[in-house]
Nanobody, 127 residues
Framework: QVQLVESGGGLVQAGGSLRLSCAASGRTFSLSNYAMAWFRQAPGKEREFVACITWSGGTYYTDSMKGRFTISRDNAKNTVSLQMNSLKPEDTAVYHC???????????????????WGQGTQVTVSS
């Protein structure tokens, strides 16, 4: 069984920064076998793609996060991070990390293409 545990959320003022982490574990789990992504979900809204990092380290971001957010991975430590700078009130949401093993199929921005999900960490940005 694979477990993903997020941490690092909290309350921050607009313009501030937070760094989210996702720790992955499992008896035979190896992060290098997975593309990893961050999604977020605000109350009353659908789950939204934030960023992903591929098996080879390529990164993709939703346009509104480009230049503000940076996703990274440490395969040796089985962790994925999301550095968030210049935060805005509209970034307020629960942030989830997700892991995907299948390399073909739907785009990496599609939530249903991911195999495992964490419970999420709340990020609140005050104005």
């Amino acid at each position: 069984q694979v477990q993903l545990v997020e941490s690092g959320g909290g309350l921050v003022q607009a313009g501030g920064s937070l760094r989210l982490s996702c720790a992955a574990s499992g008896r035979t789990f190896s992060l290098s076998n997975y593309a990893m992504a961050w999604f977020r979900q605000a109350p009353g809204k659908e789950r939204e793609f934030v960023a992903c990092i591929t098996w080879s380290g390529g990164t993709y971001y939703t346009d509104s996060m480009k230049g503000r957010f940076t996703i990274s991975r440490d395969n040796a430590k089985n962790t994925v991070s999301l550095q968030m700078n210049s935060l805005k009130p509209e970034d307020t949401a629960v942030y989830h990390c997700a892991a995907r093993s299948v390399r073909s199929g739907p785009g990496l921005h599609v939530p249903s293409s991911y195999d495992y999900w964490g419970q999420g960490t709340q990020v609140t940005v005050s104005s």
